[in-house]
């Protein structure tokens, strides 16, 4: 498992994240996602809502890559790891529960991403893997 040093979740708390996920047939889809969070030292989160072109490709293949730049640092990460979509659980109803108050509906999914690994997106140091 690849580990988030407090630097990278500061930047992920703080700047948008971008997901990126492959179909089945190969073509690649990139979208921003809001709700990504750190969840645990070496696990990234993300709901999926709409159950749309991301959730598809994820449940054909879960590899994906999730990027996040600060802009105004010239600065950021590209972490990669192979999805795992909750559907039900502790972690799941909790989710559902916040998304209910703030207005929106019952996600299809709590998507997990335990990092397999981690590269720098540091121009200085573009694609070079931190672990």
């Given at each position: ?67 996040v730049v ?62």
């Open positions: 498992m690849a580990k988030l040093t407090d630097e990278m979740k500061k930047m992920i708390g703080e700047n948008q994240c971008f997901i990126a996920t492959v179909s089945s047939d190969g073509s690649p889809n990139v979208v921003p996602k809001r709700s990504t969070q750190v969840l645990d030292d070496d696990t990234l989160m993300f709901v999926e809502v709409t159950g749309k072109q991301t959730f598809q490709n994820l449940s054909a293949n879960p590899a994906v890559s999730i990027a600060n802009k105004d640092r010239n600065d950021g990460y590209r972490f990669n790891g192979k999805a795992e979509l909750v559907k039900e659980g502790p972690l799941f109803d909790n989710v559902s529960k916040k998304l209910k108050e703030m207005g929106y509906p019952v996600p299809k999914a709590v998507v997990k991403v335990p990092l397999n690994e981690i590269y720098t997106m540091n121009p200085k140091r573009a694609g070079e893997r931190i672990v």
